[in-house]
């Protein structure tokens, strides 16, 4: 197991496109964290999976953000009719539960631009 | 809501000086844990160092080390003998009931 991996690692697209990001997570962990970080600032909570359960959602998800874990494994983060405020960086994170001892395994980000 | 607080933005120290990294934070939980990561640039998030809220004695690993005021709800980081490769920005987070919640960041350059 080689961690978090997403993918891909730079997308730019044009505004009004749909894109899809792609994360793996470590392959024991069961809960997976979606966070948005923009130049500058620290990591913006999106949501996060315990399974393929969706147990929480931020107000930043705006009815263009949609994810899904289909199986408890991999999950998919869309962002349809893209603005360029959505221009960021996009991170993955996973644990073994809510692990409050060890915090999350980040992957390397997936950084978006709209132009 | 939980809110963690870093007051600089940017800091510089050259290498082998050590240098202290603030952060406050507010949390209602009351068994918890508190982190510092890394994020060089261009590369992935990494730990660098986790307090216990139970724990008096303040964490180190290695170089880092942590001065964790419970009271006063503060955890700055503290790297000792700076090096080149702590370039990086630095971000202090702390729990929510099921998150994390992370500070804007300080940007810390070191220089030869």
């Known amino acids: 197991d080689t961690g978090v991996s997403q993918n891909p690692r730079h997308k730019i697209t044009k505004r009004g496109q749909n894109v899809t990001f792609r994360c793996d997570p470590i392959s024991e962990h069961n809960r997976l964290y979606w966070y948005r970080q923009t130049l500058g600032q620290g990591p913006e909570f999106l949501t996060y999976?315990?399974?393929?359960?969706?147990?929480?959602k931020s107000r930043l998800l705006s009815d263009r953000f949609s994810a899904e874990r289909p199986k408890g494994s991999f999950s998919t983060l869309e962002i349809q009719r893209t603005e360029q405020g959505d221009s960021a960086m996009y991170l993955c994170a996973s644990s073994l539960g809510w692990d409050r001892e060890y915090g999350y395994t980040f992957g390397s980000g997936t950084r978006l631009t709209v132009v | 809501a939980q809110t963690v607080t870093q007051s600089q933005p940017e800091m510089s120290v050259q290498e082998a000086e050590t240098v202290t990294l603030s952060c406050t934070y507010d949390t209602s939980e009351s068994n918890y844990y508190l982190f510092w990561y890394k994020q060089p640039p261009s590369r992935q998030m990494i730990l660098v160092i986790r307090q216990e809220a139970y724990k008096q004695q303040n964490a180190t690993e290695n170089r880092f080390s942590v001065n964790f005021q419970k009271a006063a709800k503060s955890f700055s980081l503290k790297i000792s003998d700076s090096q080149l490769g702590d370039t990086a920005m630095y971000f202090c987070?702390?729990?929510?009931?099921?998150?994390?919640?992370f500070g804007k960041g300080t940007m810390l350059l070191v220089s030869p």
């Open positions: 999976f315990q399974n393929e359960a969706q147990l929480e």
């Open positions: 987070a702390s729990p929510g009931y099921s998150t994390l919640t």
